[in-house]
């Protein structure tokens, strides 16, 4: 058995979409494929669960009133004000 991925983010921290949120059939108050957060969408961590099969965190956030969404990790980073949007460290930090 693969041993469960441990969460990058906790709880109450604030994250950025780091790619377009469009709904794949699961927020029922929207068409399929419509876009629900754009890259960029600012939003906070309410929750974080389990993908029971494939061993990965999901977490809930919230992007606004009424639009709460389940994500992964490779969709979210922390927003850090002030930072750039995930930019890559300079070369001569790159272990």
Do not use: C
């Not at 990058?8 to 929207?30: H, M, T």
Request: net charge negative.
């Amino acid at each position: 058995m693969m041993e469960p991925a441990q969460p990058k983010y906790d709880w109450g921290q604030r994250v950025r979409a780091v790619i377009d949120l469009v709904n794949d059939g699961s927020f029922p108050e929207a068409a399929e494929g419509e876009l629900l957060v754009p890259a960029g969408g600012i939003g906070e961590i309410v929750n974080v669960g389990m993908h029971t099969e494939a061993n990965v965190p999901v977490y809930l956030v919230e992007f606004g009133p009424r639009r709460v969404l389940g994500v992964l990790e490779d969709e979210i980073e922390l927003d850090v004000p002030g930072a750039p949007h995930s930019a890559p460290a300079p070369a001569d930090e790159v272990a």
